[in-house]
């Protein structure tokens, strides 16, 4: 924690927003070992795994809006924010194909279910 003052200190908004991840890469370096192996039993590697999957589809998406964009010199807020939801409809649409088709079913469901309107009025039940 006091990593995070200091960076902060240093950099300003800039090590503030650093010392956010910084923290969390502690916290996931201790943390995620410790639980995997004290309370869940088991191996922290396909927890890993998983988190690299969102990473590098996260790094995907956004990231290659954000070096097109780089590259042509479209660095506006508009620019970005068109981009920054275009990267989100990217990884949305991607992180669908890439789970698993139980639990695709189930969010498809729940999005009909949350999107229909019972006939009397009432709010609709889960």
Do not use: N
């Amino acid at each position: 924690m006091l990593g995070c003052v200091v960076i902060t200190r240093l950099w300003g908004l800039a090590g503030a927003s650093l010392s956010s991840v910084v923290f969390s890469v502690v916290a996931y370096a201790y943390a995620v070992p410790r639980i995997c192996r004290e309370c869940l039993k088991s191996a922290v590697g396909p927890w890993y795994a998983h988190m690299a999957k969102i990473l590098a589809l996260a790094m995907s998406t956004y990231g290659a809006v954000l070096v097109i964009l780089y590259c042509q010199a479209k660095m506006t807020l508009g620019w970005l924010t068109l981009g920054y939801l275009s990267g989100t409809l990217g990884f949305l649409l991607l992180g669908y194909l890439t789970i698993g088709r139980g639990l695709g079913d189930s969010l498809l469901l729940l999005l009909r279910v949350g999107m229909a309107k019972p006939a009397d009025g009432a709010d609709p039940v889960l």
